[in-house]
Structures are given as structure tokens and as C-alpha cells.
């Protein structure tokens, strides 16, 4: 199984969501997050001064997912993100080791 990490812009997320339940997947997880790449935040100005914003909203989707699909899944989310402009995000992948669903007890693939 996979674990897969996207870090995306916040008004991506629905297309994201649609693109994931497309290919099958059928959880998933997300959180408010703030954080900067090599755009290195922006500034704004506000009642005439400027001030630098480092840390820029973003949206973190996590999913977990049996090997076979995580290709597709994870060329859902870059084809869904994409904007084609600087801070669309990234897309991590790990391996996870086990799952359980406590409800019942369920592990391995079947829990996901």
C-alpha cells in the first residue's frame, strides 16, 4: 500500500476530490496547511505598507491506497491541480506498512 501526500492550491480541491473518486478511490483525508516553495511567499500591501507573507494557504490531501492504483491516482491529482503557474504544490509518496479499520478490525488492503 501507498500513502500519497499532495500539497495543492485551496480552489483545487473539489476537482481534486472528483478526480480521486473517478479512479476509485474512496477516502480521503485533508488539512488546512500553510508553507512556501522556491516562490518563497509574496508580499502585500495593506493600509499603504507592505508586508511579506512567507507562508501561503494550501490545501494537504492525503490518501492511502493499494499499489495498483497509485499511479492513477496520483496522475488524477497532478492533472486536476495543475494550473501551470508557480506553487501549484507536490505530490509525495510513501509506502505504509499496515491498516486497520477499527470498526472491524480489518487490515491489510481491506481496510483501505
Do not use: C
Not at 494537504?60 to 506553487?87: C, F, H, S, W, Y
Amino acid at each position: 500500500m501507498k500513502k500519497i501526500d499532495a500539497i495543492i492550491k485551496p480552489f483545487k480541491l473539489e476537482e481534486v476530490k472528483e478526480a480521486l473518486a473517478s479512479v476509485g478511490v474512496q477516502g480521503l483525508t485533508i488539512s488546512e496547511v500553510k508553507g512556501f516553495g522556491r516562490q518563497k511567499g509574496h508580499t502585500e500591501i495593506y493600509r499603504g505598507s507592505e508586508y511579506t507573507v512567507d507562508f501561503l494557504p494550501k490545501i494537504k490531501v492525503e490518501v492511502v491506497v493499494t499499489n495498483a492504483l497509485m499511479r492513477q491516482a496520483i496522475d488524477a491529482i497532478v492533472q486536476a491541480a495543475r494550473t501551470g503557474k508557480i506553487g501549484d504544490g507536490k505530490v509525495f509518496v510513501s509506502n505504509v506498512e499496515t491498516a486497520i479499520r477499527i470498526r472491524t478490525e480489518e487490515s491489510g488492503e481491506e481496510a483501505v
